[in-house]
């Protein structure tokens, strides 16, 4: 089972032959493209994509133009079927509808790197606190820092900083590279932040000839007194939503099936609504897509570990 699910996410990771296609059709006539979306490339390595920045913006515009081809056929469809007047209106339809959805295609696909690489450094702010100590301690048994990254590799998870520890470990044994450059290389695939100062950190400590143990431990102190003062300002907005909470999903509606009942007595409708619907409306609709609501808001708020 273990090995099935490594293989499909091997699979996961690899890039697909869709991409290859699209970059032997597209690359000669895309280069153009290149140097106007550079800032891609950083974003790609940044999120540990693993798929070259060519390639992926090849791949960008054969999505592109494959939903521009189904966006006419939808227009061409649409105007079969439907009377659209003036009939000039019913002639752009098709290249409209396709030129929309093709920029809208284009778009997303220019955003999915830059959301990665914001996921991927919210998920490495809340691995640190947890992995810095572990280091701590192999540091203490005295392990060299290639041999730290090694432990960290053979780690049975998915967690943002144990793949890193892999990719280290793959450029050391696999690629030939040296500790420093490995994580060098690392570091320019890592979005700035706490743990791009930590692995800049650790590689000076390293060439120094500097207590490892020693660095781990002052930087975990850092990162813990960081992580109580994120914990004390989530704890202070929790209590806010809570408030919001009271008011929003029991205050609000008691106040407003009072006012309703009052009102009733003197008119049976509302602004032409009656008022047993709008009663209805707001026991199941406004008051559950509310509660919805406030449990997403509430679930991006608290840390996740």
């Known amino acids: 089972m273990k ?9 996961e990771e690899s890039v697909g032959a869709i991409h290859v296609y699209s970059y032997k059709l597209l690359n000669d006539h895309i280069k153009f493209l290149y140097p106007k ?13 693993p798929i070259p920045f060519e390639v992926y913006v090849s791949s ?9 081809v189904c966006g006419v056929v939808i227009g061409l469809i649409a105007t079969q079927f439907i009377n659209i007047q003036p009939v000039i209106i019913a002639y752009l339809l098709p290249p409209v509808v396709g030129m929309a959805l093709m920029a809208m295609i284009f778009g997303v696909l220019q ?8 996921n991927r450094s919210t998920k490495l702010l809340e691995e640190i606190p947890h992995f810095i100590g572990y280091m701590s301690t192999l540091a203490t048994s005295g392990l060299s820092l290639e041999e730290i990254f090694k432990a960290i590799a053979k780690e049975e998870t998915e967690e943002d900083i144990v793949r890193d520890a892999r990719f ?19 570091i320019n695939r890592t979005p700035p932040g706490p743990y791009s100062e930590l692995l800049e950190g650790a ?45 929003l999903l029991i205050v609000f509606p008691l106040l407003a099936v009072i006012m309703l009942s ?9 602004g032409g609504f009656d008022l047993l619907t709008l009663m209805n409306i707001l026991t199941f ?21």
């Open 168 to 186: 280290i470990t793959r450029n050391i044994e696999i690629l030939g590279m040296d500790l420093i450059t490995a994580v060098k290389d690392l």
């Open 3 to 11: 090995m099935a699910a490594t293989k499909q996410k091997q699979q």
């Open 203 to 247: 590689i000076i400590t390293s060439q120094s000839g500097g207590d490892l143990k020693e660095y781990f431990n002052a930087t975990a102190k850092v990162q813990l007194e960081e992580k109580k003062m994120l914990l004390q300002k989530t704890t202070e907005s929790l209590g806010s939503v809570a408030e919001i909470y009271t008011i």
């Open 60 to 68: 960008m515009v054969f999505f592109s133009l494959i939903a521009g």
């Open 111 to 118: 955003i999915i790197p830059p959301v990665k690489v914001k």
């Open 262 to 270: 009052i009102m009733g007595i003197m008119s049976p409708s509302l």
């Open 285 to 305: 609709a406004v008051i559950p897509l509310s509660g919805v609501l406030m449990l997403v808001m509430m679930d991006t708020m608290v840390p996740k570990r």
């Open 37 to 49: 979306l550079k800032p891609l490339e950083k974003s790609i390595k940044q999120a540990m994509m």
